[in-house]
């Protein structure tokens, strides 16, 4: 007798109980916190803007200072930039519906790749719909299970995401701590395969930048290319606001840079800049290139005219006025006690400022606690928690615009001052002094 005829005259065994793909929805502990949070009018998320993004914005109701956006040069409510996406809008319509490689490349795209390319003094450039898309297609794209991609421990999701994509080898070092990169590439050589080093050149949570010239010194010991993420630098630092690359003197040793315009350039989009034959490739191979619609014209138009104001005389007045801007809140805010992320200091002394002036709390709930208070003093924060920051590690993201007067800036202080005492009295007091990234 077969074991099959055997089980035959067995009574059926009773399907497993089904488990529901859904029951994360319920039971997952951020929606058990989001739930406590909002019982108590405590959610520092998804708060509703009413108008548009600018020094001062319109938010549920009120007049409110915005000191959490990433519009270090205040281009979204600029006229010209407007113009820009409003020319194209007139002249493409509203979307392209399709993807870049089939009917959804425009003549407006091309020109905004030229001029990126040039910019930061790369042979070309790919323009994708967002800056997210530009690291997963890149690095999903460029790296395979054989390879090794190294990356800082800092690293935006938008990384990890690509690296999940190719199925390379992930080894993580601790951030910024050039003697773990070095033996991470020890090991990393015995995998047997190509080695990327991918890094940001600053550090989106905690405004802290890439050690850039040492990491291109270990990376030509080791044979490994390196990436750098330009995001929060593209339009801020270097004197073409080339970026960390240009500014840390290393644009022609890094291979490949990302950007977004969701930040200096107010629109959405992203962009890779590096060797033709890599940008060709993935312009014929990167999925989240291929398989997803292409910017709508007015995104696309106002990057290019953003792009254009970064490029021209103007260009070097925007940069030093934010980052005098950043200098100008970090001092008001360490002045009235607050622990506060200080610039990167170089080899070789130099600080590095950046638009992004966080305010380290430590605790998750005293860092919305502290957020509460502001907000209800007319300023809006953005609030970092586990898993965006290490535990105990909670912190308020400040960031700061070319376009804030010091007057905002000094109402916002007053608010922080304010908002000190209130939470002191009630929760105690919060950590003081200064605060290596
Ligand atoms: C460092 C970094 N890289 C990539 C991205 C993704 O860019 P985007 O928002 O344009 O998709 C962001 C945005 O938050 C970022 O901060």
């Given at each position: 007798?077969?074991?099959?005829?055997?089980?035959?005259?067995?009574?059926?065994?009773?399907?497993?109980?089904?488990?529901?793909?859904?029951?994360?929805?319920?039971?997952?502990?951020?929606?058990?916190?989001?739930?406590?949070?909002?019982?108590?009018?405590?959610?520092?998320?998804?708060?509703?803007?009413?108008?548009?993004?600018?020094?001062?914005?319109?938010?549920?109701?009120?007049?409110?200072?915005?000191?959490?956006?990433?519009?270090?040069?205040?281009?979204?409510?600029?006229?010209?930039?407007?113009?820009?996406?409003?020319?194209?809008?007139?002249?493409?319509?509203?979307?392209?519906?399709?993807?870049?490689?089939?009917?959804?490349?425009?003549?407006?795209?091309?020109?905004?790749?030229?001029?990126?390319?040039?910019?930061?003094?790369?042979?070309?450039?790919?323009?994708?719909?967002?800056?997210?898309?530009?690291?997963?297609?890149?690095?999903?794209?460029?790296?395979?299970?054989?390879?090794?991609?190294?990356?800082?421990?800092?690293?935006?999701?938008?990384?990890?995401?690509?690296?999940?994509?190719?199925?390379?080898?992930?080894?993580?070092?601790?951030?910024?701590?050039?003697?773990?990169?070095?033996?991470?590439?020890?090991?990393?050589?015995?995998?047997?395969?190509?080695?990327?080093?991918?890094?940001?050149?600053v550090f989106s949570t905690e405004g802290d930048v890439s050690p850039l010239p040492?990491?291109?010194?270990?990376?030509?010991?080791?044979?490994?290319?390196?990436?750098?993420?330009?995001?929060?630098?593209?339009?801020?630092?270097?004197?073409?606001?080339?970026?960390?690359?240009?500014?840390?003197?290393?644009?022609?040793?890094?291979?490949?840079?990302?950007?977004?315009?969701?930040?200096?350039?107010?629109?959405?989009?992203?962009?890779?800049?590096?060797?033709?034959?890599?940008?060709?490739?993935?312009?014929?191979?990167?999925?989240?290139?291929?398989?997803?619609?292409?910017?709508?014209?007015?995104?696309?138009?106002?990057?290019?005219?953003?792009?254009?104001?970064?490029?021209?005389?103007?260009?070097?007045?925007?940069?030093?006025?934010?980052?005098?801007?950043?200098?100008?809140?970090?001092?008001?805010?360490?002045?009235?006690?607050?622990?506060?992320?200080?610039?990167?200091?170089?080899?070789?002394?130099?600080?590095?400022?950046?638009?992004?002036?966080?305010?380290?709390?430590?605790?998750?709930?005293?860092?919305?606690?502290?957020?509460?208070?502001?907000?209800?003093?007319?300023?809006?924060?953005?609030?970092?928690?586990?898993?965006?920051?290490?535990?105990?590690?909670?912190?308020?993201?400040?960031?700061?615009?070319?376009?804030?007067?010091?007057?905002?800036?000094?109402?916002?202080?007053?608010?922080?001052?304010?908002?000190?005492?209130?939470?002191?009295?009630?929760?105690?007091?919060?950590?003081?002094?200064?605060?290596?990234?």
């Open positions: 007798m077969s074991a099959s005829d055997a089980g035959s005259s067995l009574p059926a065994a009773a399907p497993p109980t089904p488990i529901d793909v859904f029951a994360k929805a319920r039971e997952h502990e951020r929606v058990a916190q989001l739930k406590a949070a909002r019982e108590l009018g405590l959610v520092p998320y998804f708060r509703v803007l009413e108008g548009p993004t600018l020094p001062v914005v319109e938010m549920e109701g009120r007049r409110r200072i915005m000191l959490g956006s990433n519009n270090y040069l205040g281009l979204t409510g600029d006229e010209r930039v407007k113009a820009g996406a409003l020319e194209a809008l007139n002249r493409y319509g509203t979307g392209i519906t399709g993807s870049r490689f089939l009917n959804g490349t425009l003549d407006l795209h091309l020109e905004l790749e030229r001029e990126l390319a040039e910019w930061l003094g790369a042979e070309a450039a790919l323009v994708f719909t967002t800056g997210h898309q530009a690291n997963v297609g890149t690095l999903g794209t460029i790296l395979g299970p054989s390879d090794t991609v190294i990356a800082d421990s800092g690293d935006h999701a938008s990384i990890l995401d690509g690296v999940i994509l190719s199925r390379a080898k992930l080894r993580a070092f601790r951030h910024n701590r050039i003697d773990r990169l070095e033996r991470t590439l020890e090991k990393a050589a015995q995998d047997g395969g190509g080695i990327l080093i991918v890094v940001d050149g040492e990491i291109c010194d270990l990376a030509a010991r080791f044979g490994a290319r390196v990436m750098v993420d330009e995001a929060h630098a593209l339009g801020v630092l270097g004197t073409r606001g080339a970026g960390s690359c240009e500014l840390l003197g290393v644009e022609d040793r890094v291979d490949l840079r990302m950007a977004t315009f969701s930040k200096s350039l107010a629109s959405c989009g992203g962009v890779i800049a590096g060797p033709s034959e890599v940008i060709e490739f993935l312009r014929i191979q990167a999925r989240p290139f291929i398989f997803t619609a292409s910017a709508v014209p007015a995104a696309v138009g106002a990057a290019l005219t953003a792009v254009r104001i970064c490029r021209s005389e103007e260009g070097p007045r925007l940069f030093a006025r934010v980052l005098d801007n950043a200098r100008y809140l970090h001092r008001g805010l360490s002045e009235l006690g607050f622990k506060v992320v200080e610039p990167t200091r170089l080899a070789d002394g130099t600080e590095v400022v950046t638009p992004v002036v966080p305010v380290v709390v430590g605790d998750d709930w005293k860092a919305v606690f502290l957020w509460k208070l502001l907000y209800d003093a007319g300023v809006y924060v953005n609030v970092m928690i586990h898993p965006a920051v290490p535990p105990a590690g909670a912190l308020l993201r400040t960031s700061v615009m070319a376009t804030h007067d010091a007057s905002t800036l000094d109402r916002a202080l007053e608010a922080f001052a304010g908002a000190k005492r209130s939470f002191e009295a009630e929760h105690g007091a919060l950590p003081e002094g200064a605060s290596a990234a």
